[in-house]
């Protein structure tokens, strides 16, 4: 009996230690990032729409034309 009490004493303390560990997470998962290389926009009137927008983001934007359409064309993306 005397030698069993210091082994289960040895063992219950292993036990709680080992259940201390942190646990990790996975790692995030790499997603490349999305890209558009022309985007659509449903307007009524295109030549005025193209207009618009590069009074309105006159930052970046520039009037243009992409397959014969009106466009917009702001960093390497063309609003048709």
Known sequence: MRNRFPRLIVVLLAASIASCWPVFAQ?????????????????????????????????????????????VKTGNVYLL
């Open 27 to 71: 790692a995030p998962a790499t997603v490349a990032p999305m890209h558009f290389q022309h985007v659509h926009l449903n307007s009524v009137d295109p030549r005025t729409a193209a207009e618009y927008y590069p009074k309105a983001f006159n930052a970046s934007a520039t009037k243009t034309t992409f397959n014969g359409y009106e466009a």
